[in-house]
């Protein structure tokens, strides 16, 4: 069973109504107000999930002109009355906030992740854009960052980093995690953040293991951004991960390490361009050279270990497939077969 998603948008209501149907929404947590004249060009979505005790929102700007400001308050009347006692974590993707939180200027833009105490007071302009925010409990933290104050702190540093990568995918898996993945998701969620705000030896020993397969889709995309690169090393690698190199190669010690893993990722990319219609009119050397191959033999060798059969054998596989698929039909050769003769299977 998936995950459900609570959903709001202000796109059904006239002009004139969707900041104050959207302002209905989200009183709960904020006292708001905002000019007339930006009013008229407010226009936003909301996702919302929980996470066990967590709850993640998603919010996304669907104005037709650049997003407007707003300013939102927590004064201590709405904090007695309501008796929140949560951390509140936003990622601004294309939002900025500016103001004060209790004693602390806050100034954060897109890409930081800023946190507020919803039981201190607050004063901020925000211009509204997309947005991830989890909202957790307070004592789910408390054993791993005391009492010090976080109300208003804007993280820095690559593990600021690390915890943005992982709401991104947070917010792209919730809806498909099922009962049994989610007390899982959360203690992962938590530690994470913790070691964030609160790098202790404990804190980053409970959240090694999300850190590392975090790190590892980071350096996978890097990868796949730069296969074409001849800058394409483990020393760029760790450059741009920040990381040392034993812990690059500790991260693809699966993969029969990274120089194993980038020259299978540009094999696999080759065999794609060869195959494909615009392929067919590259030569196999030129592909070899743009991938970082030492020479076309290189190239040949390394494919056909890898694949069973060489670059040419893979295009004329292509070309058989294409004209045996014309016209929408389908003769009862598939690519499995004609690779299965071509190996002797």
Known sequence: MENPLFTFTTQPYPPRQRFEVWREEVNAIFDITIREPESQ????????????????????????????????????????RDGLDHYYLCLGLSHSIDGSAGRRSLAAGK???YILDLARELDCVITAGDTIILTIPRDLLAASLGHQDWHGHVLQ???SELLADHMRALQYRLPRLTPEEIPHGQ????????????????????AAVEIDHTLFNRARRLIERHLHSAELTPGFLCKHLGISRA??????????????????????????????????RQRVSALAFQLG?????????????????????????????????????HTGFSLRTILGRMNGV
């Open 293 to 329: 191959f030492k020479s076309d033999a290189h190239f040949s060798r390394s494919f056909k270990q890898a694949f069973g059969y060489s670059p040419k054998e893979a295009r004329e596989v292509a070309n058989i497939a294409q004209v045996n698929t014309q016209g929408g039909r």
């Open 111 to 113: 890409a930081q992740i």
């Open 187 to 206: 203690q992962a969620t938590l530690a994470l953040v913790a070691a964030a705000l609160a790098p202790s030896v404990a804190n980053l020993q409970n």
């Open 157 to 159: 540093g690559g593990l």
């Open 247 to 280: 812990q690059l190669y500790r991260l693809f010690s699966q993969e029969s390490g990274v120089a194993t893993y980038i020259q299978q990722r540009r094999l696999n990319r080759a065999r794609v361009i060869i195959q494909s219609d615009t392929g067919a």
């Open 41 to 80: 060009a407010f226009n936003y979505r909301l996702a919302t999930g929980y996470l066990g005790a967590l709850l993640m929102g998603c919010g996304v700007w669907d104005g037709a002109g650049d997003p407007v400001a707003y300013r939102v308050k927590r004064g201590a009347p709405m904090i007695r």
